[in-house]
């Protein structure tokens, strides 16, 4: 069944001196979530928002809260931002021990939150085998994180595609997939063929001449694509 593609843009790349004007923005012209990038100078080479503009963003916005957590500590940090306002956490595999993973996808869900679990480009799908029949959404990296701004790593498509196989496997097929990393009109198709159903843009969407158009055109494009991907399998079925 053909469910439509949600965008989430991220404010990483909006302006942050009319922030407001910006996720008022992107709700009117249909976004589904705000991605808020969390960068603690460690895990990542870069330093960015945290819970005070979460606390103050919440309020603002009927969007989904989706928090990406790119810290060394996110067992300790967890709860700082289940208390501002997160809709949905995602923690990076990288960070955490197999337990400790499980601990924190539990943890979020005892929070009553959706939670998500997070792959840098070079980390196998496997790493998602502690959680993968628990958890609400899994984020497929396809660009370093870091930095808003880079282009998508070739071939991410694929690993998205191992992504959606593995919650199936799992009986998890109500699992989303996230995509974050160079998505636009022209990536968001292949993506979106292989099985995403949430796509995090930031230049393609706050650095347009047009934000609202931009982030339409992308749901378009990836809407096509994944109705043509629909229709291909069940031709072949």
């Not at 919440?58 to 500590?73: F, G, R, S, W």
Request: aromatic share 4%; proline share 5%.
């Amino acid at each position: 069944m053909f469910q439509p593609v949600r965008i989430a843009p991220s404010i990483l790349s909006a302006d942050f001196m009319h922030l407001g004007d910006d996720v008022a923005m992107i709700e009117q012209a249909g976004a589904a979530f705000v991605h808020i990038d969390v960068m603690d100078g460690h895990f990542v080479p870069n330093l960015t928002m945290g819970v005070p503009l979460l606390k103050s963003l919440k309020p603002a916005t009927k969007l989904v809260c989706d928090v990406h957590l790119m810290i060394d500590n996110p067992l300790t940090e967890l709860p700082w931002f289940i208390d501002a306002g997160a809709d949905l956490l995602n923690v990076h595999v990288e960070a955490l021990s197999e337990a400790d993973l499980v601990r924190a996808v539990a943890q979020i869900h005892e929070a009553g939150l959706l939670a998500a679990a997070a792959l840098k480009p070079k980390t196998p799908v496997a790493a998602l085998a502690p959680v993968i029949a628990d958890l609400d959404m899994a984020l497929v990296m396809s660009v370093e994180p870091g930095f808003s701004g880079q282009s998508y790593i070739v071939g991410s498509d694929l690993k998205v595609a191992e992504v959606a196989a593995m919650a199936r496997g799992a009986g998890n097929e109500a699992m989303l997939i996230q995509v974050d990393g160079g998505i636009g009109e022209k990536t968001a198709p292949l993506v979106a063929a292989a099985g995403a159903d949430v796509l995090v843009c930031g230049n393609a969407v706050f650095k347009a001449a047009d934000p609202a158009s931009a982030l339409q055109a992308v749901q378009a494009a990836a809407d096509e694509a994944r109705l043509a991907a629909l229709a291909g399998g069940e031709q072949g079925a």
